[in-house]
C-alpha cells in the first residue's frame, strides 16, 4: 500500500487513518531518514487511536506509553539503542506482545527481536515533487528495513 504525501497534514492523516484500523497486538515499524516526519506520522496514528495528549519523539526514553486511546499505545524510538540487549533491560517482550499497538522507530536496529507479522511503514522524501513531497509505504512483514527503498 502506498501513500502520497504533500504536506504535514496529510502525513497526518494518513497515521491518523492507518490508526483507526489498528488492532490490538499489531506492530507497525516506521523507518525514514532523519526529518522526513516520522513524528507527524506517531501524531497522527496517536490521534487515530483516541489519544489527545502531546504526543512527543521517545528519542531519549525510548518509550513513552499512552494508554487513554481504545488500545494502549506503545511508542518506541530505538535510534539510540545500541546494542539489542538493552530491550531486553527495557522488557520490549511485554509490550510487542501485549494487547497495545507498537509503532517502533528505526526497527532496523533491533531486526533481530521482531517478530515475522510486523508492518513495515517507510517514508521517503522525493525533492523532485516538492520539498513536503513524502512517499509513505506500508508491506506486511520487515521486508523494507534497511533496502534503500527507492
Known amino acids: 500500500?502506498?501513500?502520497?504525501?504533500?504536506?504535514?497534514?496529510?502525513?497526518f492523516k494518513i497515521g491518523y487513518d492507518l490508526a483507526e484500523k489498528a488492532r490490538e497486538g499489531d506492530l507497525f515499524l516506521l523507518e525514514g531518514d532523519l526529518g522526513v516526519g516520522k513524528t507527524v506520522f506517531?501524531?497522527?496514528?496517536?490521534?487515530?487511536?483516541?489519544?489527545?495528549e502531546p504526543i512527543t519523539s521517545p528519542?531519549?526514553?525510548i518509550i513513552q506509553e499512552y494508554e487513554e486511546?481504545?488500545?494502549?499505545?506503545?511508542?518506541?524510538?530505538?535510534?539510540?539503542?545500541?546494542?539489542?540487549?538493552?530491550?531486553?533491560e527495557l522488557?520490549?517482550?511485554?509490550?510487542?506482545?501485549g494487547r497495545g499497538v507498537c509503532l517502533i522507530e528505526w526497527a532496523s536496529l533491533i531486526e533481530g527481536l521482531l517478530p515475522e507479522d510486523c508492518q513495515?511503514?517507510?517514508?521517503?522524501?522525493?525533492l523532485e515533487k516538492g520539498f513536503d513531497y513524502r512517499k509513505i509505504q506500508m508491506v506486511d512483514g520487515i521486508s523494507l528495513l534497511g533496502d534503500g527503498l527507492e
Do not use: C, N
Open 1 to 11: 500500500m502506498t501513500w502520497e504525501s504533500f504536506s504535514e497534514e496529510d502525513t
Open 42 to 52: 506517531a501524531k497522527g496514528f496517536a490521534r487515530g487511536l483516541g489519544i489527545e
Open 59 to 61: 528519542t531519549f526514553t
Open 91 to 97: 522488557g520490549y517482550e511485554a509490550y510487542f506482545f
Open 120 to 126: 513495515t511503514i517507510q517514508i521517503k522524501k522525493d
Open 69 to 88: 486511546g481504545r488500545l494502549p499505545f506503545y511508542h518506541f524510538d530505538v535510534y539510540r539503542i545500541a546494542d539489542e540487549e538493552e530491550m531486553f
